[in-house]
């Protein structure tokens, strides 16, 4: 089966998605990345979503739970990279997001983590 | 009722083609000239064009049927017609008097032809009625699509150009809005900002609301949903250009706008755009001042002049 690949910097982990997201895939990378996060004792997860080009209200509300889940375990997680389309998409869902980070890409993101987290 | 007696009617047009030509035209003329929008000889170019299509169509076979395949080029010249007179700007009732116009003199003609078989006559009379109706609602028809299709043209360049998004500074861009903010427009606004986002790669975006006439509950939650999208794009959102009455008019209608830094002109949201992209503006006389200063006293004073 697919696995979304989770790259460790450090303390920060990597995640980028490069393929059409369904839902199984979206529940495994939740797995993995909660484990991750324990195993190798992260402070930072940087969610690439730059390839991403569809969204549907439960990749949507997915992605802000991996985030949730990530700050109860005590690491701060960025979501970086977001289209203009699946911006729109997910506003219209009613889905902002409130309590999850963003940054336009990688770069501002990782300064976003690194830099102690004022931004 | 079959309208039968197409060879015939092109028989006796094709006998008198020229005065009928004269007459139609001189008919055609009144409107056309009157408003100075096509000129004789033109007129009598689509005139010849079209009498002598029609008769060619008339005189293939003796069934009228203005739908089928050999009414083809009379209906691609109609609908030409028709197009370039919606384009030019007559009327539709002028844009039709195009074809019912030909229906007096044609009738004039048969009747002069046909005194002595009064059957036939009410034949071709109803033919010619039914057949020019067809062609009159044809023409009508390619006209509104026509207009419609200008209409739609229209609109779609008001809103380009309504909604321009502006780089004020590297990392900091404006978004000006004038007029009201519907649903459609707020999608080509919040396309167009987010597209530019991704472009320059902006950290901040300047909403001013300037040239927004009203502020009610709708274009509130338009705004926030702009708002939103833009910050899911990691990029901050100030809205400026508040006026009183809109500020309390927002504070009536319940909005909440407390998670959205607003201020009240586009210089006070510039000002703070910079300060969070890390940059400030100095006068650029005290700028030379304690760079001059700096320099006699041989060292380095970041503190003012004075």
């Known amino acids: ?119 | 009722m079959e309208m039968v007696g197409g060879t015939r009617l092109a028989q006796v047009f094709g006998n008198n083609q020229t005065e009928l030509l004269n007459e139609w035209i001189t008919k055609q003329h009144a409107i056309a000239s009157r408003r100075g929008l096509v000129g004789e000889a033109e007129l009598r170019n689509q005139f010849s064009q079209f009498v002598s299509l029609l008769l060619t169509v008339l005189s293939a076979s003796d069934r009228v049927d203005f739908k089928g395949t050999e009414w083809h080029e009379v209906r691609a010249f109609l609908a030409d017609m028709s197009a370039q007179r919606a384009r030019q700007g007559f009327s539709p009732v002028e844009t039709a008097m195009f074809v019912f116009s030909l229906k007096q003199p044609l009738v004039t003609r048969l009747r002069a032809a046909l005194a002595n078989e009064p059957a036939m006559l009410a034949d071709l009379t109803w033919t010619i009625s039914a057949l020019f109706d067809e062609l009159g609602l044809y023409t009508t028809e390619v006209f509104q699509a026509s207009r419609e299709q200008v209409i739609v043209r229209q609109q779609q360049e008001l809103l380009e150009l309504s909604t321009p998004v502006v780089q004020l500074w590297d990392g900091i861009l404006a978004l000006p809005l004038i007029g009201t903010l519907d649903s459609a427009r707020t999608q080509v606004v919040m396309e167009n900002l987010l597209q530019k986002i991704v472009e320059t790669g902006a950290a901040i975006s300047i909403i001013d609301i300037t040239g927004v006439p009203t502020v009610d509950t709708l274009v509130a939650q338009h705004l926030l949903k702009t708002v939103a999208a833009a910050r899911l794009m990691g990029a901050d959102c100030i809205i400026s250009g508040i006026r009183p009455q809109i500020a309390q008019t927002i504070v009536h209608l319940g909005v909440n706008l407390s998670n959205v830094t607003t201020k009240a002109t586009l210089a006070a949201a510039f000002v703070v755009a910079l300060q969070r992209t890390g940059k400030s503006v100095t006068m650029a006389g005290a700028q030379e001042h304690a760079a001059r200063n700096g320099a006699a006293a041989g060292m380095h004073d970041s503190s003012s002049p004075e």
């Open chain 1, 1 to 119: 089966m697919d696995r979304i690949p989770i790259l460790t910097m450090g303390k920060l982990l990597l995640v980028t998605i490069q393929v059409d997201m369904h839902d199984r895939l979206a529940l495994t990378l939740q797995d993995d990345l909660t484990s991750r996060i324990v195993k190798d004792g992260a402070n930072g997860v940087l969610i690439d979503i730059s390839s991403l080009d569809v969204v549907d209200s439960f990749i949507g509300r997915m992605i802000g739970n991996t985030a949730a889940m990530a700050r109860v375990l005590d690491a701060q997680t960025v979501v970086v990279g977001m289209q203009p389309s699946v911006a729109i998409t997910l506003v219209e869902l009613g889905l902002t997001l409130s309590g999850v980070r963003t940054a336009l890409n990688v770069e501002k993101g990782m300064a976003l983590l690194t830099g102690g987290g004022a931004a």
